[in-house]
């Protein structure tokens, strides 16, 4: 969930772009006046583990938190479960946290980009192809929605990538945020993976070893 925090910085703050300005020295605070988190309204779709963790993120910065989920969940204090419309509706920031299923490809689509402000953000570390990346370009540009920051993309390894249709996006507009899927690309996370794999396997061989 840190990778989504980030994203969500980057591209609330317009760090990416004023960082680009400041490598050419321009000073460009005018230009990239960003907006605050406090007092915003995060909406979480999808209130599982990771879910649980972006709301307290949330709560940590101030922000009202609402969330939605198929499943009939306790909320954590400071925390409002509420519908799908409501939470597209009221949502200043939307952090997706569901799994792909058949179901859930498009889920957020031209019809449900419509129902959000036109001043929110949208964050993506989930899987591309919940959301509808052409639909999600034409809300970027129309100002459907103000930004993005995604971790994730539809075909991420395609051979073309550079013609994929967000990363083209994203080189001429300064309102979406791209990272090549790294959220659990840590060194942190990759000694817990490999810990993880040791145990089980080392419980396998003793479980053998028993049972011989």
């Known amino acids: 969930m840190q990778m989504a925090w980030a994203l969500l910085l980057a591209v609330v703050r317009r760090i990416p772009w004023s960082f680009d300005a400041a490598k050419e ?6 230009r990239y006046r ?10 979480i779709l999808g209130y599982g583990r990771l879910g ?17 989920d198929v499943r009939d969940l306790e909320p954590a204090p400071g925390v409002e ?22 179901e859930n490809r498009d889920f957020i689509n031209a019809d449900r980009f419509a129902k959000m402000k036109p001043t929110c953000y949208l964050i ?8 509808n990346e052409a639909d999600f370009v034409e809300a970027l540009e129309t100002g459907q929605i103000d930004g993005a920051g995604v971790d994730v993309i539809e075909g991420e390894w395609r051979e073309d ?15 979406l945020v791209i990272a090549p899927h790294t959220g659990g690309v840590t060194v942190e996370a990759q000694q817990m993976t490999k810990e993880f794999m040791v145990s089980k396997l080392i419980a396998f061989l ?6 011989g």
């Open 25 to 30: 020295g321009y000073w460009a605070r005018d």
């Open 206 to 211: 003793e479980a053998q070893h028993d049972q």
């Open 34 to 43: 960003g907006h605050q988190l406090a007092g915003k309204t995060l909406g």
């Open 52 to 68: 649980h963790i972006m709301a307290e993120y949330g709560v940590g910065f101030r922000m009202r938190v609402i969330a939605h």
């Open 81 to 102: 479960l509420v519908d799908l419309d409501t939470l597209l509706r009221e949502a200043d920031v939307l952090s997706i946290h569901i799994h792909l299923t058949e």
């Open 161 to 175: 990538l550079i013609k994929h249709t967000l990363i083209r996006y994203a080189r001429e507009h300064e309102n």
């Open 124 to 131: 993506n570390t989930s899987r591309g192809a919940i959301i």
